[in-house]
C-alpha cells in the first residue's frame, strides 16, 4: 500500500469509526443511566420487603422521627437509605440504610460490567469500520493501480526505442565528431532521468539499505548531470567523509532530481556548487530562485514552462522514506539552496 493509499485509508476509518464510536458512547451513557435506575428500584424493593421482618443482614436499621420525611423513597448521599411506614404509629418510621463501602462496590461492578460490554462492542466495530473502510476505498486503489500499471508498460515499451537512438547515435558518433550528436545524447540522457523519475513516482518497494559512500556516489551523479548540462559549472566540496546506511537507488534519484533541477533552472553559464559535511549535503545555485517554496514540492507544481513539476515532489516522497531531512532556501533571482541531513538515517 502506497503512502497515499495509507494516508486515506487512515483517514477514511479514523473519521468512520471514530463516528461510530462516538454513537457508541452515547448509548452506552443512556445505558449506565438506565442500569442505575434500575439498581436503584430493585435496591428500594429490597429495602420494602426487608422493612417488614428487619432481618435482612447487608441493610442497618434505626427508628427516627417521621418530621414529614417522603416515605418509600430512596436517598443517595455516600449512603443510600429510605424511610418505610410503621403500623400504628403517627410520629416514627423506620430507616433503612444500606452502606456506603457496599453500594460503591455495587456501582463498580455496575460500570465494570458496561465497560468491558463497551470494549468487545468497540472491538467489533473497529473490525467493521476496517472492513467498510478497505472495500469502499477497493475501486479507488482498482483505478490507482490501473494508472499504475498503464504507465509502467509504456516506460517498459520505451526502452526499445531508447536503446536503438543511443546504439545509432554511438555508431555515428564513432564515424564523425559532430556537436548535433553530442546534443542529441545529452537529450537522451535527459529523457533517462525522466524516465527513471516517472519510476520512482511509482516505486512501491520495500527500501533495501546498504553502506553508501556518499563523497562517490556525488561525484558519479555530478559527472552524469553535467554531460547533460556542459554550459553550467559544477563545484563539489567535501569538507569531511560522509557515509551512511541507506537505498543507494533512492538516494540516487534524489541527487539526480536535484542536480538536474539546479542546473536546468540555472542561469547561463551559472553554478551549481555540491558540498558534503559530517551530516549533511547541501546542493546551492546561482539560477531563478523559487518563488513559492511551501508549494514547490506539491505534485505537477511548477513555475518554469520547462518540466513536469515533479522533480522536488519526487525528492520529497523519497527522503521521507528514507528519514533524510529535506529543506530549501530560496531568494529570486539570487539562486536556491537544498539541504540533505542524514541524522535521522
Known amino acids: 500500500m502506497k503512502n497515499y493509499e495509507k494516508e486515506s485509508f487512515i483517514k477514511n476509518l479514523l473519521l468512520f469509526f471514530g463516528l461510530l464510536e462516538v454513537m457508541l458512547m452515547l448509548l452506552f451513557v443512556e445505558l449506565y443511566r438506565t442500569n442505575k435506575e434500575q439498581y436503584n428500584k430493585a435496591l428500594l424493593s429490597k429495602m420494602q420487603l426487608c422493612s417488614y421482618s428487619m432481618e435482612c443482614k447487608e441493610f442497618v436499621f434505626d427508628i427516627v422521627t417521621q418530621e414529614n420525611k417522603a416515605l418509600n423513597t430512596l436517598y443517595e448521599n455516600q449512603d443510600a437509605y429510605a424511610f418505610f411506614y410503621i403500623p400504628q404509629s403517627q410520629k416514627y418510621c423506620i430507616k433503612i440504610l444500606y452502606p456506603q463501602t457496599q453500594l460503591q462496590y455495587d456501582k463498580i461492578k455496575i460500570r465494570q460490567g458496561l465497560w ?88 512501491n518497494s520495500k527500501s533495501q539499505k546498504s553502506d553508501i559512500n556518499i563523497h562517490k556516489l556525488l561525484t558519479n551523479r555530478i559527472e552524469y548531470i553535467q554531460n ?23 538516494l540516487t ?35 531563478k530562485g523559487i518563488e513559492n517554496i511551501q508549494k514547490a514540492t506539491q505534485r505537477y507544481y511548477k513555475e518554469q514552462g520547462r518540466g513536469v513539476g515533479l522533480g522536488l515532489h519526487i525528492v520529497d516522497k523519497l527522503t521521507q522514506e528514507l528519514h533524510i531531512k529535506f529543506s530549501i532556501q530560496s531568494t529570486l533571482g539570487v539562486g536556491t539552496k537544498v539541504v540533505l541531513e542524514f541524522q535521522n538515517v
Do not use: C, W
Open 116 to 203: 468491558i460490554e463497551f470494549m468487545v462492542v468497540s472491538l467489533i466495530l473497529l473490525l467493521l469500520a476496517i472492513f467498510m473502510t478497505l472495500y469502499t476505498l477497493r475501486p479507488i486503489r482498482k483505478a490507482l493501480l490501473l494508472n499504475d500499471e498503464f504507465i509502467k508498460d509504456i516506460l517498459h515499451d520505451f526502452n526499445t526505442p531508447i536503446t536503438s537512438i543511443l546504439i545509432n547515435l554511438d555508431m555515428l558518433k564513432e564515424e564523425s565528431q559532430s556537436d548535433t550528436i553530442e546534443r542529441l545524447l545529452r537529450s537522451v540522457d535527459t529523457i533517462l532521468l525522466l524516465q527513471n523519475n516517472l519510476k520512482s513516482f511509482l516505486h
Open 228 to 250: 547533460i548540462y556542459p554550459n553550467i559549472t559544477f563545484e563539489f566540496h567535501s569538507e569531511a567523509p560522509l557515509s551512511y546506511p541507506t537505498n543507494e537507488e533512492l
Open 253 to 287: 534519484r534524489i541527487i539526480d532530481n536535484l542536480l538536474s533541477n539546479a542546473a536546468k533552472y540555472n542561469h547561463a553559464r551559472g553554478k551549481v556548487i555540491t558540498t558534503i559535511t559530517h551530516h549533511r549535503i547541501t546542493i546551492e545555485d546561482t539560477g
